[in-house]
């Protein structure tokens, strides 16, 4: 977007302008804008996740497929697969790299809604925020009450496609990216790249719910 | 140790951490049993790891401690002692660890903390009847857990390589170091005052206690582990990085690094 063609931009930039003129009704009353910013996307992820837990109604059977819903809405399995493969990730064919992300995020979904099913007495407060290289950003929070109270977890976040998404979690400092990327490239580095992909889809079949 | 408890329950890999955080022996060990590695005879691959070998060979002889001896006894005091029960032993001998973060929030130049840490004692061991019970969190007067290879770390010293010690867990030389300083401070007094069969049932019954109440946390992290040895070394170095890092408050130059390259998609090329 530099300044060599400023007609065009300027062009294009009423065409936005009016558009967002007729929408912004619209966009005023949807709680779920487009490019939400990071901080009211993790707002809104941690109060709809608290709604689930403390549904009384629901049982954890039925709780599980919601919370793997929302993780697989709320994170950019795409880039996460690509993270924690890294020099990996260019050892593999496309259609082996899809089917890594497909095992991937199964694993990732089940895991979270099993990690997450443990946190109802706990509240999540916003803490700050901050801006990361290549345009991320991370929204920190911290649990409070409940066994982990104090706990501090960083949500990493990258825009794709005007949208927000989660691409790392970091507990108490430990990034899960940085986690899975050191134990992926022990397992690729006994028999290469594809045994990763072996690996999780053993672990995904052996999943109470392979979703 | 709520805290390290928690990040524990999260992404697991906290155990090992957690462990030194809370108290150096019991967790550690906890943290360190761990089953079995199906890619053990991995040859070094890792940076900042380049003693893998005889780390793995530790770190299974810690699995099988934990495995035949720590982790059933610790499932046994589980099923005897109530949950409630067991917070109050882990906050009773947080308590008594205070002096050793004391010391080390003044090492550090950070007389507020100690400050602090001197108000946790002193309301958890009147409020708090002796340190079983926690008031003081409450009253958001947090622990401080800085311990004295915190200390070399915040004065400048590297970890040096991964390092699994045996019964012990994760360490490196820094942290060891720092380890058996904290212990050289703080057992003499221990030794003088208080005799062997009260020290040495009230250390068992720490370590048994702390397994316990890490029991599910690790249970499902090695769950979710490909590589369990992996896992835990990347846990413990990111986790006492990041305890070093926020205390030494400006942030290091090789994290910046590791962040470049953790988070970018091109470098694999």
Redesign the interface.
Known sequence: MASTKTSDMSRKRARVAALCGALAAVLALSAAAEAESPRVLIQRTIDEVLAILRDPKKSDAARRPELETIARDRFDFDTMSRLVMATNWKKLTPPQQAEFVDEFTRFLANDYGARIERYEQEQVEITGERPEARGDFTIKTKIVGGKNDGALVDYRMRQKSGNWKIIDVVIEGISLVANYRDQFREVAGNGGPTVVIEKLKEKNAAAPKPS | M??????A???A??AP?GAIEAEPAGDVQAAAAVPDD??S??HA??PGDPWEPFNRKVFAFNETVDHYALEPIATGWNTVVPDRVETCLANFFDNLQMPVHFANDLLQGKPWKAYETVWRVVVNTTVGLGGFFDPA?AWQI?KSNEDFGQTLGVWGTPPGPYLVLPLLGPSSPRDATGMAVDAAATAPVSWYFIPVYVTVPARSVDIVNRRALALETIR?ERK????W???V???FT??R???V??RAEAPKEPQET???D????D???
């Not at chain 2, 979710?224 to 590589?227: K, L, T």
């Not at chain 2, 953790?262 to 998609?265: T, W």
Request: no cysteine; aromatic share 10%.
């Open positions: 709520a805290r390290a408890l928690a990040a329950l999260l992404l890999l906290l951490a199906p890619s005879d991995s691959r890792s969190s947090y499902e979710a582990a490909f590589d040895y992996a896992a070394r990347s846990a990111q986790y990085e990041n305890q890092r926020d590791q962040d470049e953790l988070y970018g998609l470098e694999d090329e």
